[in-house]
């Protein structure tokens, strides 16, 4: 064990601190994997001050100054943990073009820049990792990129939320409104105290980007994925949905259809047998569906300091052998296919619709012939209790295409006297 | 793509004839991924008449004699796919020492004699890979070997047979006794006409030798394992777990306390809420306890042509590219640890105990104080309806020790008056 490998880290937040304890924990086994001793040389802060015990701790030194890491040549990988562009953008860059290496777990600066990130690190001849910034513990990008390399994807559906996940289970076991299980979350502190990234399904069609890139080989922009979150999702819904033996969950899905490819996230009704509708709580998973395995899935926890900072230590010990073994600069996926959306008329599902129509004879039938008119088909008609004023119906359709549920959706929006209440496809 | 990469293929069964139709469908992802066209050359059958028209198809040529591959110094891998103990191990080690690389799916022989191949394709600087051999599509040694290896993995419970699993779901879904789910799992063909090997739990010993190697860096042997499977396994069991909020799995289970390991195959009381009760019909999961990432779970199909196929491709693939960057004869597995069994006195866990009594008085007061009197306290005691000649009891139990359990079950089993119809581990 003489080799040793120096690390330079960016940031000391909840996941920065976690990685010298994971390389501490289970030094023993690195070594005995990789044939190198890893450890931390310097860590760039906001405020050394603020950081030294930690440092002192665990025996590396502190800096506010990006370039005495660059300067450092000892140091041979960058781990950039600040998050958000900049200035974790430029910093990576000027790693890369110093020529050294990068693994992050930055999931919005990999989804808005990773094909420039890429394509400086494949010029320096650098490796650039980043399997934490998808669905945190879970190995989904390596995995991927190694072992469905034989296989032929066609559907991704992701619960890559912890958040929004946790406060869904909390809403269909305790009970909880919306509201409720939001103030929870945060009392845990699995929810920031502005959630709009969590709860709008921004953070998860981040995510969706990279797994559609090592999926399909796709460049899909943030703005390519229809995204809708679960704020103010009613609780009749999630009941609802339970009493039809679905459960509600936030679903990232990128499909592939001969050469173009759909992705959204959003509210989405899973039969309960199927094996997301029992990931539970803020754990994560991703439901792969291929011709070749056929279905499988990767759970795990989304988040965390600990299995964040072990998913950002197995890419420092995939760039510590490649090291060794002289094949550093290659990509991290090297599968590329054309980018095309699937146009809305070519993407099927089937729909729910929750609706608040006056409690009064003839609207089933009204309801019915405009549905009917846009050429849908029902499976299920509901009439729940009402309150002798309003009544709430709810719709579950055959298949459909995207453009015809659009269609329903804007014909009920335009009858005055009704109200769409929410829209989710169903999974089968 | 200039280079081709050949292959020779020994056997054409179910998974034999699933790599030339895999390779085939994938063919351009393949090339991509790995700059390489790969090609099946040769294939070892017994019969050549019988498989003529499959390698027209796939246009490879047929032979008798192995000597034939050996010879074909185009051939750089072997694909081993005959199964079995000999002559499977003899062809591999033979190809090895012609400086072939190897993938096979042969759990049997990589759990009897995996050490032994494993140092003949160490010494002749060959690849040797087998993700295939454990839990057919789900790349769990990969995942063990590369994503967990910043982790410190320390149990690892699996669902790795398929037809013992597809017969206790459908023994809960559709209340079928034992024999009706035999019956049913051999008419799909997910059993054989001989379902010993699986209803025993002796082909998932074999795969949790291979799990343990990898999670644990540990040899042990089949015997070391104490097996039982699902052989006459009473529906009223089943029907008790499910009241009492658990499902009932044959699980592979290999956990390390300390510097030792205890292996263990067995019915388990699985809570409903553990996302390996979830795991239905004929699929497989492997669930990871690990310092690091926590809990983690891998679930797909176990067998089956076309996903053991593509884990086969996943395993040729990952040599195509260690040839082109000059990187092979690396382990597959690098993990190495001293092996050490853990005693029964050190093992602990909660038990169910089913026992058939006399229905009169007493009963309940006798078996609780002879429970008692082997230091063992009781979670839940339980006297289902009975017949008025005999009733059954059921017990489950605070944690103790396997050493307490056996105990138990020698303590009951000296009673004359009462038969000890099951003993289950139950999981928390």
């Known amino acids: 064990m003489g080799e040793t490998l120096k690390l330079g880290l960016l940031g000391l937040g909840t996941v920065g601190s976690g990685v010298p304890l994971i390389l501490k924990e289970h030094q023993e086994k690195i070594s005995q994997v990789t044939g190198m001793n890893i450890s931390i040389s310097k860590a760039l802060v906001r405020d050394t001050k603020e950081k030294q015990t930690l440092a002192n701790d665990y025996d590396f030194s502190l800096t506010t100054n990006y370039e005495e890491l660059i300067q450092d040549e000892e140091i041979q990988i960058i781990v ?103 103030d929870q979350a945060q009392a845990l502190g699995f929810a920031e105290s502005d959630p709009t990234n969590d709860v709008d399904g921004i953070d998860a069609a ?73 990931v539970r709580d803020e754990m994560n998973a991703v439901f792969v569906s291929s011709s070749g395995v056929g279905e499988s899935m990767y759970y795990g926890p989304g988040a965390g300091a600990k299995p964040t900072a072990t998913s950002v230590v197995s890419d420092i010990i995939t760039i510590a052998k490649n090291i060794r073994l002289k094949t550093t600069g290659r990509l991290f996926n090297s599968y590329k296919s054309q980018t095309k959306l699937t146009k809305d008329e070519d993407i099927y599902s089937k729909y729910y619709f929750s609706i608040d129509v006056p409690d009064k004879p003839g609207q089933f039938l009204k309801l019915t012939q405009i549905v009917t ?26 298949e459909m295409t995207k453009a015809q549920s659009k269609k329903v959706v804007e014909v009920i929006s335009n009858v005055e006297e009704f109200k769409l209440l929410a829209t989710y496809k169903v999974l089968e």
């Open 206 to 278: 981040y995510k969706m980007v990279i797994l559609t890139q090592f999926a399909f080989g796709m460049n899909v922009s943030i703005k390519d994925i229809e995204t809708s979150g679960i704020r103010g999702l009613a609780l009749e819904d999630i009941s609802m949905a339970q009493q039809l033996g679905y459960t509600l969950k936030l679903i990232g899905s990128s499909e592939v259809k001969e050469d173009s490819v759909s992705v959204e996230v959003a509210p989405v009704m899973v039969p309960n047998n199927h094996p997301l509708a029992a």
């Open 373 to 398: 008119e846009s050429g849908v088909s029902f499976d299920q008609l509901i009439q729940q209790q009402s309150d002798g004023k309003r009544a709430r119906i709810i719709v579950i359709t055959h």
């Open 80 to 182: 950039e943990l600040i998050g958000k562009i900049e200035p974790a953008r430029s910093y990576i860059i000027r790693a890369l073009e110093s020529g050294k290496h990068v693994v992050t777990a930055n999931k919005d600066l990999l989804a808005q820049h990773g094909n420039e990130l890429v394509e400086v690190a494949r010029k320096n001849h650098c490796d650039l990792y980043y399997e934490a910034s998808v669905a945190g513990g879970i190995p989904i990008l390596r995995t991927i990129a190694n072992s469905l390399a034989a296989d032929n994807i066609h559907k991704v559906l992701g619960i890559i939320n912890g958040t929004t996940n946790y406060m869904l289970t909390k809403m269909v076991s305790d009970q909880l409104t919306y509201e409720e299980a939001l």
